[in-house]
């Protein structure tokens, strides 16, 4: 697959974690396959036998990942090239990486991982995760054919009063859309705290060239709890 064949619009976060009602890769598989009956044009998996349950599933393109904890490193995003080169072996067509600028494991600069990946496996469309648009910006600059804004809001400086225009952690980061798509020319995906059509909406007027939504389409125990706790006032 090329970059430009990347369609505009909605992508899919299909992810459970161990503690979470949903963990089964046959599942991931069928929540891609709704996501592609409903018009989705990418689905975003993440670990090795999801990504492979998903395959079976679908033909929309997949941005998979594998989440890895290395002691002592915040990133977890696919941070090693091992891990790059996991996913790479399922046939994902998009590999999405931390590009934050914190130090990945083994001692590596996000530089050098980054850069690595792209002699390794000079075909792979890379996704870089980031928090920042100076994050971004670098990203690009090292080659990276996508950037998301996957980690705004996460990274210890951008959680913080640091950065003000975060009031609340439940917001989508709109500002850093239209501030990437202001400065790069590769398409940049809006992700993280979109629930609905609504926040997508806004986040394309910003200039999205996609939008992924997770946790309000595939994490059916929030979706519950956020209706739930907004019927509280009513019951
Ligand atoms: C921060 C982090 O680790 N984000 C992860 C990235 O793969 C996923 O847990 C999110 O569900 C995904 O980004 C979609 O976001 P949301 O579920 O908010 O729509």
Not at 25 to 43: E, H, K, L, P, W
Not at 91 to 120: F, H, Q, Y
Request: aromatic fraction near 6%; glycine fraction near 8%; charged fraction near 25%.
């Amino acid at each position: 697959m090329k970059v430009e064949e990347l369609k505009k619009g909605l992508i899919v976060s299909c992810q459970a974690t161990s503690e979470e009602p949903m963990r089964n890769s046959d599942i991931m598989g069928r929540f891609a396959y709704a996501a592609q009956m409903g018009g989705a044009v990418g689905v975003r998996v993440n670990g090795i036998a999801d990504i492979l349950a998903c395959k079976q599933m679908i033909h929309i393109p997949i941005i998979g990942i594998v989440k890895h904890v290395y002691e002592g490193y915040w990133s977890y995003i696919t941070p090693t090239l091992r891990d790059v080169e996991n996913v790479y072996e399922t046939g994902a067509e998009i590999i999405a990486v931390d590009a934050t600028k914190l130090p990945k494991p083994e001692g590596k600069t996000t530089e050098e991982l980054l850069t690595s990946i792209k002699k390794e496996f000079p075909d792979v469309i890379l996704m870089a995760d980031v928090s920042t648009l100076e994050e971004g910006l670098a990203a690009v600059e090292l080659g990276c054919d996508l950037v998301s804004t996957t980690l705004a809001g996460y990274t210890e400086y951008t959680r913080n009063d640091a950065d003000p225009r975060i009031v609340e952690l439940r917001e989508p980061d709109i500002k850093l859309v239209k501030d990437l798509t202001e400065r790069v020319k590769v398409p940049v995906i809006a992700e993280g705290r979109y629930w609905d059509d609504k926040l997508a909406i806004e986040a394309f007027k910003a200039g999205a060239h996609n939008v992924v939504i997770g946790a309000g389409i595939t994490r059916p125990q929030i979706i519950t709890k956020k209706i739930v706790d907004n019927i509280q006032e009513y019951l």
